[in-house]
């Protein structure tokens, strides 16, 4: 069965101290490997897709990579605005759909 | 450009009761899936629709059901309402579906008594 486990399940950073989120996954025929954000009362928002092992995508703070076995997010630096909880989903073939399996999250609080 | 929008915002609902969720995708926009998204479980898919046709449907009951409209709005219905069924319901849309970047509106609370 597919599956995607994102670890840790919290984190607590000070501003400035980079960090690491993991999402390791199981799954057969994958087609991309997605990040979101989501912030209290909001829908997912968009970060990233990765599609192959070695892969790299950067947007400010923020930098993930992809191995066959797990996508890493990165993050330099952080700011309290960064505080949010990081969804990390896989795109699988379902025979053409858009279906998308989430991992249930890492909830990150920056302080100052 | 609007994005995704779903409504109502909240609802509070007694067992037994059904519901109707609505969500109209971004313009232009011709895929729009469905998620359940609680505490314990995080998201789970429920079902995609393209130009009317469900084209995928996850692992829920059939009292979970949705359709969707020509001009690309779409509704989801959940008869028979249990307590579990309380939950954050999401609606994401995507400009033709496969593995393309979804649009996420901010979802409706549901709230089961």
């Known amino acids: 069965e597919d599956q995607v486990t994102q670890s840790p399940e919290a984190l607590r950073l000070q501003e400035g101290e980079s960090s690491s989120l993991n999402c390791s996954y199981t799954v057969s025929g994958l087609r991309g490997l997605f990040w979101y954000r989501q912030d209290p009362g909001k829908g997912p928002e968009f970060l990233f897709t990765?599609?192959?092992a070695g892969e790299e995508k950067e947007k400010e703070r923020l930098k993930a990579t992809l191995t066959k076995k797990e996508s890493f997010l990165h993050i330099t630096a952080p700011k309290p605005e960064d505080s949010a909880t990081y969804l990390c989903?896989?795109?699988?073939?379902?025979?053409?759909?858009?279906?998308?399996?989430f991992g249930t999250g890492t909830q990150l609080k920056v302080e100052l | 450009k609007a994005g995704v929008t779903q409504t109502p915002r909240y609802l509070i609902k007694t067992r037994g009761q059904q519901v109707t969720l609505s969500c109209s995708p971004i313009s232009g926009h011709r895929s729009v899936s469905w998620y359940q998204q609680t505490p314990g479980q995080g998201l789970q898919f429920l079902f995609e629709?393209?130009?009317?046709?469900?084209?995928n449907k996850g692992n829920f009951p059939g009292r979970f059901s949705g359709r969707q409209f020509s001009n690309s709005r779409s509704e989801m219905n959940v008869s028979t309402l249990e307590l579990g069924d309380s939950a954050l319901y999401l609606c994401a849309s995507s400009s033709r579906g496969g593995d393309e970047k979804l649009f996420f509106g901010s979802g409706t609370q549901l709230s089961v008594l």
């Open positions: 990765l599609y192959s």
């Open positions: 989903a896989v795109h699988i073939l379902t025979g053409g759909g858009n279906k998308l399996t």
């Open positions: 629709y393209f130009s009317e046709t469900q084209r």
